[in-house]
T-cell receptor, first 114, second 111 residues
Framework: AQTVTQSQPEMSVQEAETVTLSCTYD???????LFWYKQPPSRQMILVIR????KQQNATENRFSVNFQKAAKSFSLKISDSQLGDTAMYFC???????????WGLGTSLAVNP | DVKVTQSSRYLVKRTGEKVFLECVQD?????MFWYRQDPGLGLRLIYF???????EKGDIPEGYSVSREKKERFSLILESASTNQTSMYLC??????????FGDGTRLSIL
């Protein structure tokens, strides 16, 4: 079965610092997609970044970047220059290219402290 | 931008009531999903639909049913609400191999 593991239930970081959230997954598929979602307190779940497994280059969106290690099945999210608005639950998710359902990690609660 | 609209942000119902949660998306997405979210348990898939009148069970379908009569609308039905169905319910939609887009969620309390 495909699984996604987020080993850090809670993390905190000081404003303006860099933090890395870890995610590992397990699959025997070669065609898949990986996502990081952000859910601020009492607000909507939004997509932060996506990575296609066939692309070797790590995805980047402004202050958010990933470290995609395909052989190790690792997909970590780095947030640079952390801001108070980055305080949220962060979920890692996996999509098999032949499927329609996302497989979700349990999430990491990130607190950015002033 | 994709918009996924859930009919209520907050809803309070009584045990035994039949409860309807509605979700509408405006991007002609083929896939629609209903999740429940509970602290420490992440997102758990209840049902999803990949076409009109088509549905598949997710991980926790017991006590729920769904309806998709039109492509843009996906309804979640609690046939006889129970207190253990008190939760946050999230609706999402997507195209194949694309990210899911979420509504604001419905916080449902069953008294």
């Amino acid at each position: 079965a495909q699984t996604v593991t987020q080993s850090q239930p809670e993390m905190s970081v000081q404003e303006a610092e860099t933090v890395t959230l870890s995610c590992t997954y397990d699959t025997s598929e070669s065609n898949y997609y990986l996502f990081w979602y952000k859910q601020p307190p009492s607000r909507q779940m939004i997509l932060v970044i996506r990575q296609e497994a066939y692309k070797q280059q790590n995805a980047t969106e402004n202050r958010f970047s990933v470290n995609f290690q395909k052989a190790a099945k690792s997909f970590s999210l780095k947030i640079s220059d952390s801001q108070l608005g980055d305080t949220a639950m962060y979920f890692c998710a996996f999509l098999d290219g032949n499927n329609r359902k996302l497989i979700w990690g349990l999430g990491t609660s990130l607190a950015v402290n002033p | 931008d994709v918009k996924v609209t859930q009919s209520s942000r907050y809803l309070v119902k009584r045990t035994g009531e039949k409860v309807f949660l509605e979700c509408v998306q405006d991007m002609d997405h083929e896939n629609m999903f209903w999740y429940r979210q509970d602290p420490g348990l992440g997102l758990r898939l209840i049902y999803f639909s990949y076409d009109v009148k088509m549905k598949e069970k997710g991980d926790i379908p017991e006590g729920y049913s769904v309806s998709r009569e039109k492509k843009e609308r996906f309804s979640l039905i609690l046939e006889s609400a129970s207190t253990n169905q008190t939760s946050m319910y999230l609706c999402a939609s997507s195209q194949r191999r694309q990210p899911q887009h979420f509504g604001d969620g419905t916080r449902l309390s069953i008294l």
